[in-house]
């Protein structure tokens, strides 16, 4: 088969890596790319503005979507509707992760655990509600934000701050507030058809730009799995009451959900609830959770597509660990350089790491940071203890340099 993978970003990277493995790869496109998968395969020149045209050109037997932008897009319906199968969900079915206020309603629907939540229709009904409730709360801006939508806010002011900000971003889109949860985070992802789910996998995420989660937030400086929380019983619970609930109340909308589900949970002291729903692989948890894939990466999205997932086996490693620690140019996410050679100091490969790009590019041979995201590269360890997993995750990331890179040192300390 010929396969695209679109994005550009080390979740992309990731993917086209273990797409690049299946015996039924035959040739492997990705566009945009970055310097790291013009080595998996061929980086192609699409025009944006006719790229369903330019697809269909590329003469390809199936297409992978990386970001959640075309998935908001629209780009598998206009896809399938050329005949050409996609691993993503179509544009209704991704209202899971484009629209909060229509995943709070699927929710709501299907008894789902989540947040107390209030709708409100512009930013000074928001705040009137805020004055008056008088406890800290969350303001969601209702559509995509690239992971920096969301804001806690302890005051009325900042509540206005952020209302205002959500009406600046989405104009005339709902406003979302809610309680603010206190407990653990956890990323939990599964493959699904729309009626037939996987074994779970979960990780941990870092959003914040500084150790000690402190600094504005960002599109995710690193990420760990397995997280020693991830019991048998709690991955039981969530398959049961919030994923099966929510794809069976998809399916009966007329709108069900195929490709990868990502729920972000917060384990409260009343038990787990869903802060949101992602309709892809997240970014940087893909790049620590598909090392431990077990099995054709390919063959399983495959299987979701055809709406065969339960005649195909998908398991995860529980053996091993990993960690993954994003090096960042510094300044990001706000101004940063780019442009600057990346270079590796050791020519000698680690069995126990992976580095996956983000925003490169090459120039001939060298290597040079690129001006898509400040993220430059996910270096990830592996181990069978999650010390271990960490330490060669950080003895890479010492290995690689390039100017103004800046990267967290806590990733995985605390677990």
């Given at each position: ?7 550009k970003g080390?979740?992309?990277h990731?993917l086209?890596w273990?797409i690049?493995q299946s015996l ?5 496109f990705v ?6 998968t013009?080595?998996l395969?061929?980086?192609?020149s699409?025009n944006?503005?006719r790229?369903?045209?330019?697809i269909?050109?590329?003469g390809v037997?199936y ?5 959640e932008t075309f998935l ?5 319906d ?9 691993f993503?969900?179509t544009?209704a079915a991704a209202?899971?992760?484009?629209s ?6 699927v929710?709501?629907?299907a ?6 939540s209030?709708v409100f229709?512009n930013?000074q009904a928001?705040v009137?509600?805020?004055?008056g409730h008088?406890?800290?709360?969350v303001?969601?801006?209702d559509?995509l934000?690239g992971?920096?939508g969301?804001w806690?806010?302890h005051?009325?002011g900042e509540?206005e ?6 009406w ?5 889109k709902?406003?979302?507030?809610q309680?603010l949860?206190?407990?653990k985070?956890v990323?939990?992802?599964?493959f ?5 789910i996987?074994?779970?996998v979960a990780a ?5 730009l500084?150790?000690g ?6 599109g ?7 997280p ?6 709690l991955e039981?619970?969530v398959?049961e009451?919030i994923l099966k ?7 009966q909308k007329g ?12 384990l409260?002291?009343?038990g787990p609830?869903?802060?949101?729903f992602?309709?892809?692989?997240g ?6 959770i598909?090392p431990?894939?077990e099995g054709?990466l390919?063959?399983?999205m ?12 998908v398991s995860w ?12 140019s ?11 050679p990346i270079?590796?100091?050791?020519s000698?490969?680690?069995k ?9 590019r090459?120039?001939?041979e ?8 400040g ?9 069978d203890?999650l ?9 890479e ?9 800046a ?5 995985a300390?605390?677990?």
């Amino acid at each position: 088969m010929k396969i695209l993978t679109i994005g550009k970003g080390a979740r992309e990277h990731a993917l086209a890596w273990r797409i690049s493995q299946s015996l039924q790869c035959q040739e492997l496109f990705v566009w945009p790319g970055n310097g790291g998968t013009s080595q998996l395969g061929w980086d192609v020149s699409l025009n944006a503005e006719r790229l369903v045209e330019d697809i269909v050109g590329l003469g390809v037997d199936y297409v992978v979507i990386g970001p959640e932008t075309f998935l908001a897009q629209g780009l598998v319906d206009d896809l399938q509707s050329r005949g050409i199968p996609v691993f993503g969900p179509t544009k209704a079915a991704a209202q899971l992760e484009t629209s909060k206020w229509f995943a709070l309603e699927v929710m709501r629907e299907a008894h789902v655990p989540r947040p107390t939540s209030f709708v409100f229709s512009n930013p000074q009904a928001a705040v009137t509600f805020a004055a008056g409730h008088g406890k800290p709360v969350v303001v969601k801006a209702d559509g995509l934000t690239g992971g920096k939508g969301v804001w806690l806010c302890h005051t009325p002011g900042e509540v206005e701050q952020y209302a205002n900000l959500c009406w600046e971003l989405h104009p005339n889109k709902p406003i979302v507030v809610q309680e603010l949860l206190k407990g653990k985070e956890v990323s939990v992802f599964c493959f699904t058809d729309g009626y037939h789910i996987s074994s779970l996998v979960a990780a941990c995420d870092y959003k914040r730009l500084l150790e000690g989660d402190q600094g504005p937030n960002t599109g995710g400086m690193g990420s760990y799995t397995w997280p020693h929380f991830w019991k048998k019983p709690l991955e039981e619970y969530v398959l049961e009451w919030i994923l099966k609930p929510v794809l069976r109340s998809m399916s009966q909308k007329g709108m069900p959900f195929s490709g990868m589900l990502y729920a972000g949970l917060m384990l409260t002291k009343d038990g787990p609830k869903v802060l949101e729903f992602n309709a892809r692989f997240g970014d940087p948890e893909a790049q620590v959770i598909l090392p431990l894939l077990e099995g054709d990466l390919l063959e399983i999205m495959l299987a979701c597509t055809k709406g065969r997932l339960d005649t195909v086996p998908v398991s995860w490693n529980r053996k091993r660990q990993a960690v993954g620690v994003v090096m960042v140019s510094y300044g990001y996410p706000n101004e940063y350089e780019s442009g600057h050679p990346i270079t590796r100091r050791n020519s000698h490969d680690s069995k126990n790491a992976l580095v996956f790009h983000s925003s490169t590019r090459r120039e001939g041979e060298t290597l040079v940071t690129d001006d898509e995201s400040g993220r430059v590269l996910t270096v990830v360890g592996m181990g069978d203890k999650l010390f271990l997993a960490r330490e060669a995750a950080y003895s890479e990331v010492g290995k690689w340099d390039f100017p103004t890179a800046a990267w967290r040192e806590d990733i995985a300390s605390g677990r």
